[in-house]
């Protein structure tokens, strides 16, 4: 019911809004985007690979009984499965849920640089002021250790080390004010959404701005979500960490992406 699903982000933004801000924020910045033009184009490409595959099926069961089986060559099976997907697929139905896919990527990266300008800001300056402190005191040190066949790789590595810490530093700073933020947003949603259930459940109609029931019960579920993730450093208790590792790795690979190839051309130089 759509109690249940407000009920269900608000918990998450309250207890998770510091742990994964720009997954939270790139899902809702997609669902603004177009979720239905989306799913559709998901469906189009999930269609179009049930529908090839099944011509795959049915030849590879034609070759079983062929006497010139082209099993031990790998090119004329590519060359023989290309010339299949190429008859079955529709292109343009691809193309269009491909170019649809793009576009709200494309949408989503732009509105996560808008929103973490600063955070990207600061993560590259922290990154460079790093740098120089390690060129200063860490890469004499370095020369003197490694072999100098490999000196030319010292400058790079360092590089990488600073850029990687100035991103880690700018957005734990982020996390904070995530934290803050969601965590007031998901408490007052996850509030507002179990008074409306218990209302509609006893057969009444509830109204938020006849009672503050529910501002001082999501302000309470908030403050509790942000003491749990700041008391935690904004990292998941076992078995979470576990549990949630693809969102977790989806997370970084989002921030990192948002530091733009600045952050890797900067290190080589």
């Keep these: 019911c759509e109690e249940a699903f407000y009920g269900c982000m608000g918990f998450v933004l309250c207890f998770f809004g510091g742990v994964y801000p720009a997954l939270i924020l790139s899902v809702e910045t997609f669902h603004q985007c177009g979720w239905d033009r989306t799913y559709e184009a998901v469906l189009d490409i999930y269609e179009e690979?049930?529908?090839?595959?099944?011509?795959?099926?049915?030849?590879?069961?034609e070759n079983s009984f062929?006497?010139?089986?082209?099993?031990?060559?790998?090119?004329?099976?590519?060359t023989e499965r290309m010339a299949l997907f190429m008859e079955v697929a529709n292109p343009r139905k691809i193309?269009?849920?491909?170019?649809?896919?793009?576009?709200?990527?494309?949408?989503?990266?732009?509105?996560?640089?808008?929103?973490?300008?600063?955070?990207?800001?600061?993560?590259?300056?922290i990154g460079e002021v790093l740098q120089r402190v390690l060129n200063q005191y860490i890469v004499p040190v370095l020369k003197v250790t490694v072999a100098k066949k490999y000196h030319q790789w010292i400058p790079v590595l360092t590089g990488y080390v600073a850029k990687i810490i100035g991103v880690f530093l700018a957005w734990m700073a982020q996390s904070f004010l995530s934290a803050f933020h969601s965590g007031i947003?998901?408490?007052?949603?996850?509030?507002?959404?179990?008074?409306?259930?218990?209302?509609?459940?006893?057969?009444?109609?509830?109204?938020?701005?006849?009672?503050?029931?529910?501002?001082?019960?999501?302000y309470?579920?908030?403050?509790?979500?942000?003491?749990?993730?700041?008391?935690?450093?904004?990292?998941?208790?076992?078995?979470?960490?576990?549990?949630l590792f693809p969102l977790t790795s989806i997370e970084w690979g989002i921030r990192f992406a948002l530091a733009g190839d600045d952050m890797f051309l900067n290190a080589l130089f």
């Design 66 to 78: 062929d006497g010139e089986s082209k099993e031990n060559d790998e090119v004329a099976a590519f």
């Design 185 to 218: 947003r998901g408490g007052i949603m996850m509030s507002r959404a179990g008074f409306q259930y218990l209302a509609k459940k006893n057969g009444k109609e509830y109204d938020q701005e006849d009672s503050i029931m529910d501002e001082i019960v999501g």
């Design 95 to 125: 193309q269009g849920a491909i170019a649809i896919l793009w576009g709200n990527y494309m949408c989503v990266l732009a509105a996560l640089n808008i929103h973490f300008a600063q955070v990207i800001s600061l993560g590259q300056g």
């Design 220 to 243: 309470g579920a908030a403050m509790v979500g942000i003491y749990l993730q700041i008391s935690a450093g904004f990292l998941l208790p076992f078995p979470l960490n576990l549990i």
């Design 49 to 61: 690979t049930v529908k090839v595959k099944k011509k795959f099926d049915v030849a590879s069961f």
